[in-house]
């Protein structure tokens, strides 16, 4: 059982009163909060390293080359990567992903050929590869959810055997439904029908120990800002066979070998994806969110937060005015719920749980087309972490009742 209290003290923004009342913050699928490792850890490097990476023989850039090349050794390790140069330091899961449409989509991407999503992604997965099925003539086919909101794995099997399909880009977990997908079967389906594998893992990489050697996909992308780390530090895993096989995606310095007046040849991965002056101090704030992680455990905090959810689901389902989206149980599901106050806007529900202090969130979570296969043009989401409990979700599910009585 994790020390909640202690967790909470190690997060300084948890001290927060909004509207002077206790911060309740119920929306860790968009960002999680940091703890003071890491917020120091980002200080401390602009107080102690402060310098251009691999550029010049002085002290301090050695300084922060190193723990630049920590940070990319730490994320390997986390992941179980095989190789250090399969780790791309990026801005975020969005430019991870765009990077692959951009530069593996476009050279490999045909005519006729199908790129596979489900209806449940996040627009970060949607439109890049609506761009490259636009730019390349290709096709997108969308599989959908089974009675239970679940990846429709029949349909998938269906679709991934009518042929042509050249990439499957699936999210590792719904940021809308917490659902979480069977990457590993579609993985090897994927595989075996000759189609690489593009995993979202953004809703994943805070809860859950990825083995990317384990799971065999091609690329893995995520952000350092949902696991406890900086804003502006991501991550993508290219499969060691593939890195020789994808182009750069930006061009400058750093990422050269030589450059000649009409042509140039670019160094070797990871430089020559990693264009420019990268994110340093983020990098290096992220060494400090893996170690806190490391620290609690990665099935502690999924099994936190399936608690968290099945206590709160137990709440919900005896409130007749709640409609919830989603399986009714917190089974094979991060710690997100996503719900409707009938005859309420979700706009006006997160507005009055935050005069309590309650943070959620309300819209259509980047997931439009998800909203318009579940019917609705929104949802509130409320998603937990580490640092939340039970008291916090009794408070959460009085702020709904008291919803209610400001729209009787």
């Not at 384990?214 to 593939?242: N, Q, T, W």
């Not at 893996?290 to 099994?303: F, M, P, Q």
Request: proline residues 4%; contains cysteine.
């Amino acid at each position: 059982m994790l020390d909640i209290l202690k967790i909470k003290d190690d997060f300084p923004i948890l001290k927060s009163s909004p509207h002077g009342k206790k911060l309740i913050y119920f929306d860790n699928a968009a960002t999680t909060q940091k703890p003071t490792q890491v917020v120091e850890a980002v200080a401390d490097y602009y107080k102690k390293y402060n310098a251009n990476v691999y550029r010049s023989p002085h002290y301090l850039s050695t300084l922060s080359t190193e723990s630049y090349e920590e940070a990319r050794e730490s994320v390997k390790r986390f992941i179980n990567a095989k190789t250090s140069e399969s780790i791309v330091f990026t801005r975020n899961a969005t430019e991870s992903i765009n990077f692959i449409a951009y530069t593996w989509g476009l050279k490999h991407i045909g005519e006729g050929d199908v790129i596979v999503l489900t209806i449940a992604e996040h627009h970060s997965n949607i439109l890049p590869w609506q761009m490259v099925a636009e730019k390349k003539g290709a096709k997108l086919k969308y599989v959908h959810l089974d009675e239970d909101s679940r990846l429709d794995l029949d349909e998938f099997k269906r679709t991934i055997s009518e042929g042509h399909v050249k990439l499957v880009a699936v999210q590792h977990a719904s940021n809308v439904l917490g659902i979480i997908n069977p990457v590993d079967e579609i993985i090897d389906l994927s595989h075996r029908n000759g189609a690489k594998v593009l995993i979202d893992g953004a809703q994943s990489i805070p809860n859950m120990k990825i083995d990317v050697e384990k799971l065999g996909c091609d690329f893995y992308a995520f952000s350092g800002h949902k696991m406890l780390g900086p804003m502006g530090i991501g991550v993508l895993y290219i499969k060691e066979d593939l890195l020789d096989d994808v182009p750069p995606f930006l061009s400058g310095g750093e990422m050269i070998d030589e450059v000649f007046e009409d042509h140039s040849t670019f160094a070797p991965s990871p430089l020559k994806f990693e264009a420019g002056t990268p994110n340093v101090e983020g990098a290096y704030g992220l060494i400090k969110a893996i170690e806190y992680i490391e620290g609690i455990g990665l099935d502690n905090i999924l099994k936190h937060e399936q608690e968290l959810t099945e206590y709160a689901l137990s709440k919900l389902v005896e409130i007749d005015y709640v409609k919830l989206y989603g399986p009714k149980n917190a089974e094979n599901r991060t710690g997100i719920i996503s719900f409707n106050v009938l005859n309420v806007h979700p706009h006006d529900v997160a507005t009055i749980l935050d005069q309590d202090g309650i943070a959620v969130r309300s819209g259509h979570h980047c997931c439009q087309p998800l909203m318009r296969y579940l019917g609705v043009p929104a949802t509130v989401r409320a998603s937990f972490y580490i640092y939340n409990d039970k008291s916090e979700v009794d408070a959460f599910v009085d702020g709904l009742k008291d919803v209610r009585k400001w729209f009787r």
